[in-house]
């Protein structure tokens, strides 16, 4: 398979769609589940209230990282 370049986003094609009654993207929707399932929770239950947009994200990425790291040691 060769390697193509782009020069901007915009002149990537599109992916190929599949058909919504083909049997192989219920299989696929399936096969994302399962993966989703198999993810530790990025944040505990409940509801969290931050004092700005920036507490929000650090702690997003926080998460995120702890999740990464959980993972990693998991394998």
Known sequence: M???RFRDVADIPAP???APTDPATYARIKELWAFASRLP???PP???RYRSV????AARERA???RMR???TAR
Do not use: K, N, W, Y
Request: without cysteine.
């Open 16 to 18: 190929p769609r599949r």
């Open 70 to 72: 959980a993972m990693r």
């Open 64 to 66: 995120l990282i702890m």
């Open 2 to 4: 060769s390697v193509q």
């Open 54 to 57: 920036e507490e929000s994200d």
């Open 41 to 43: 929770p990025l944040f």
């Open 46 to 48: 409940g509801v969290t």
